[in-house]
């Protein structure tokens, strides 16, 4: 067995070595680096888009490549670190992951930074479930809950701080140093790994036996998937052929990847994992988690920007302060977690974090950062208190040798219930806001007494103003009436999509309910 799978003789009431510690701290730096770069570009991607020269409807795609790559490889990294051995492997994707993070910095072009980023999400993807996979198998059980709180900094905190940090530094220093800012803490991780993890021979042989059907089954499921949620509201959805024969791509392979998966006798993905009750509906209630927490990240930004006018230094202040309270709380989760039914500690949590959303449903035109204060404060209390005890009762179970397959294909779901999120969210954001329009637009009509009475006072405030022609005049409060009312509906279509997001969380928490009372050590016994 992997060297990075034992816990060097430790029991249940032991103490993990400071070797051991330095191993664990050194792999959650590289989850926390993997999973902020996935919204660190959020509030500065107008910036990017002017620096590599694409236009706004693209820009996404910056983020949404790096996705990519991270859900495909997440699954695959428990084989991946069999073949090649735990340490070479997480050693070699760190650097790949540090090499390709400065390459982004210099794209000259939209394809270059798409492929240099997905190729950057990869390598960055295998960091995720194998510092979970130290967690799980290096600590004692006494410590876990210790280590499971660790991860969930990067796993909650990450993501809340990301735009933060990513706007400060694209004003303070220009939006290559989003990259850049990668380095140190690489440097950092490399340093602790090599030091601490035994050297352990490659298996080559295992690639005779891998499943390099399901492989590429899986990677051109997700891949067709992904794109179909990105492009599809832009394109509008399956009124175009694209998206339609991409969605079937999509289907089909996906569909003949769970059948692979469940057939092969040594599966790249163990898929059968997800019917044992706590990891299966513990795992369903991390896809919606994982659509609250990323889809929130990129709503709230996306808000200040279209409505506000936030630049990104601004977005990033008020971002702050969904993920700046977690630090405080994280570290009092493992007290709690020994005191405490984990089921009620994620519920509550899940709750009130829906609750934080559904303080966010009455937002007006002057709905701004002090608006917002209160509900983001609530939104990072839910958050720290779900994600350590969520892995605990989930994993409870899951044998040592399954932890880490257990752990690619959680954090895997996770993601992807994450690129679902921000995915759906901006198309109920276009069609709420249509909705809106609609219902306000019937209202604002020049047969009624007050749209006439206001085109009026407007025509002469800009006549006012400077305008000679009363005709112009006219014209131009027109279409300020029209822009106010653009406005209002685009402000009640996030009003609308918060509320979807408290739903989502609601139903998190059920599937809570159903799971079964999880060890305090989170599991990892034998199976």
Same mark, same amino acid.
């Not at 990294?77 to 073949?83: E, P």
């Not at 540090?98 to 960091?127: D, H, K, Y």
């Not at 709750?351 to 609750?355: D, H, I, M, N």
């Not at 020049?446 to 405030?461: S, Y």
């Given at each position: ?12 009431t032991?103490? +993990?070595?400071l &070797? ?12 926390? $680096? ?39 490889v ?17 050693l ?43 967690? $799980? ?9 210790? @280590? ?15 735009p ?19 380095? !140190? ?5 490399l340093a ?24 590429a ?29 991409l ?16 057939? !092969? ?22 896809v919606?988690?994982g ?8 709503l ?5 920007a279209q ?15 969904? @993920? ?26 899940l ?5 934080s959303?559904? $303080? ?25 208190v779900v ?11 899951i ?6 397959? +257990?752990?690619?294909l ?10 679902? @999120? ?7 954001v276009?069609?709420?806001e249509?909705?809106h329009?609609?219902?306000?637009g019937?209202?604002?009509s020049?047969?009624?007494?007050? &749209? ?10 800009f ?12 014209h131009?409060?027109?279409?300020a009436?029209?822009? &106010? ?6 402000? $009640? ?7 979807v ?17 999880? +060890?305090? @050590? ?6």
């Open positions: 067995m992997s060297s990075a799978t034992t816990t060097a003789g430790a029991g249940p032991d103490r +993990a070595s &070797t051991t510690w330095i191993s664990v701290f050194s792999g959650l730096l590289g989850a926390f $680096m993997a999973v902020l770069n996935i919204q660190i570009t959020n509030a500065s991607l107008p910036q990017i888009e002017g620096g590599i020269g694409t236009g706004v409807d693209n820009g996404a795609w910056i983020s949404t490549s790096y996705l990519i790559g991270e859900i495909i997440i699954p695959l990294t428990a084989y991946l670190s069999q073949v090649f051995g735990f340490r070479r492997f997480l070699v994707n760190t650097t790949l992951f540090l090499v390709f993070s400065v390459a982004c910095a210099f794209a000259a072009n939209l394809g270059e930074m798409i492929l240099l980023r997905g190729i950057q999400g990869f390598t960055g993807g295998v960091l995720i479930p194998m510092a979970f996979t130290l967690v $799980m198998t290096r600590l004692p059980l006494s410590q876990r809950p210790m @280590g499971m709180a660790l991860f969930a900094i990067t796993a909650t905190f990450a993501p809340a701080i990301g933060t940090i990513g706007g400060w530094l694209t004003d303070n220093y220009g939006w290559e140093y989003i990259f850049y800012i990668n380095l !140190v803490p690489g440097g950092v991780m602790g790994l090599a030091a601490t993890l035994e050297r352990e021979p490659m298996r080559l042989s295992l690639l005779k036996e891998g499943d390099w059907f399901g492989i089954a899986m990677a051109i499921g997700l891949a067709s998937l992904q794109t179909v949620l990105e492009e599809g509201n832009k394109d509008d959805w399956f009124g175009s052929p694209f998206i339609v024969r969605a079937v791509v999509a289907v089909v392979f996906l569909a003949l990847f769970i059948w692979i998966e469940l057939r !092969v006798a040594k599966p790249a993905v163990d898929l059968r994992l997800l019917l044992r009750r706590n990891f299966g509906f513990g795992t369903l209630a991390n919606f988690l659509f609250a927490l990323y889809g929130s990240a990129y709230l930004p996306q808000y200040l409505v506000q006018g936030y630049d990104s230094q601004q977005i990033g202040e008020v971002m702050a302060w969904t @993920g700046l309270p977690q630090l405080l709380i994280i570290p009092l989760v493992p007290m709690l977690m020994g005191r405490v039914d984990a089921r009620w500690l994620v519920a509550g949590g709750l009130v974090f829906a609750g959303c559904f $303080m966010n449903i009455h937002m007006s035109l002057v709905y701004g950062s002090d608006q917002l204060l209160v509900p983001n404060i609530v939104r990072a209390i839910g958050q720290a994600m350590a005890p969520l892995s605990a009762i989930a994993m409870a179970g044998a040592r040798h399954e932890s880490a397959a +257990a752990s690619g959680f954090n895997m779901l996770r993601n992807l219930g994450g690129a679902f @999120g921000t995915a759906l969210l901006g198309t109920i276009t069609k709420r249509q909705y329009s609609n219902i306000i019937q209202s604002v020049l047969f009624q007494e007050a &749209t006439r009475t206001r085109i009026d006072q407007l025509t002469q405030h006549l006012s103003s400077g305008v000679s022609d009363p005709a112009t005049a006219k131009q409060a027109i279409i009436i029209g822009r &106010t009312v653009r406005a209002q509906s685009l402000v $009640m279509g996030f009003s609308d999509t918060f509320a997001l408290g739903v989502i969380l609601l139903a998190s928490a059920a599937c809570v309910f159903i799971m079964k009372k999880g +060890a305090a @050590g989170g599991g990892g016994g034998a199976h």
